[in-house]
């Protein structure tokens, strides 16, 4: 096996998947963006949620809300629905895994809150539910899936926004959503701070 061609066909792989994002999510994305900083300007909050790679892409994107991304400015109200061991083991332990992320929205999520659900197949249970929790709670929903989005396409909004990487493969999947986030972050830093770097 050529190792050195192996690894080389990734980055060839990774630069198609990112051209071929660019043109189906740059347009979403930027309405996304409006989404998140609407909610941030009316004292809104941003809950994300995922599973495996995709809690640690959540969390990522949270703590540049809460902490900074690239220029200091004011900390802006989110939470990670995957990080904290203990609800996720009690709710986990006497509700079932696929509650984990919907009771947090039920205790936590406000009309005017918007959930970032992360899932690359679209089909996590646990997310699912999710999305629906944030419905009940009047929330609107932005989901960054792949592979087709799977059933979470059936269980969104004309209002919510769905950011779909054309790939099926997970990784590819995620290496593009963890650009998604860092360029949702760039856009509402830039709506905050104005668009120099
Ligand atoms: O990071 C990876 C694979 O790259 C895994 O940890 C992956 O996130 C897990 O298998 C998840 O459970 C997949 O869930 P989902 O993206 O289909 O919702
Ligand atoms: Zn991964």
Redo the contacts with the bound molecule.
């Keep these: 096996m050529d190792m050195t061609a192996r690894i080389s066909s990734h980055f060839d792989d990774a630069i198609d998947a990112m051209k071929a994002s660019s043109g189906e999510l740059a347009g979403p994305m930027s309405i996304a963006v409006d989404m998140l900083f609407g909610a941030i300007a009316n004292n809104g909050r941003i809950l994300a949620c ?5 809690a640690a892409d959540a969390q990522h994107f949270i703590a540049e809300l809460v902490g900074r991304f690239e220029r200091d400015r004011l900390p802006l109200a989110g939470i990670a629905l995957n990080t904290d061991t203990s609800i996720l083991t009690a709710v986990g332990n006497d509700y079932g895994y696929d509650s984990i992320f919907e009771r947090q929205i039920n205790a936590l999520g406000q009309p005017g809150d918007v959930l970032v659900a ?4 679209g ?2 249970a646990n ?1 699912l539910r999710s999305i629906e929790a944030a419905h009940d709670r009047e929330m609107s929903v932005i989901a960054l899936t792949g592979k087709g989005g799977g059933k979470i396409t059936e269980l969104l909004h004309e209002t919510d926004i769905h950011l779909c990487v054309p790939h099926d493969r ?2 590819r999947i ?1 290496e593009v959503h963890i650009l998604v986030l860092h360029a949702l972050c760039d856009g509402i830093d830039a709506l905050l701070l104005g668009d120099s770097l």
């Design positions: 995922g599973n495996g790679g995709s992360i899932s690359t197949s089909n996590s997310i997970t990784m995620q």
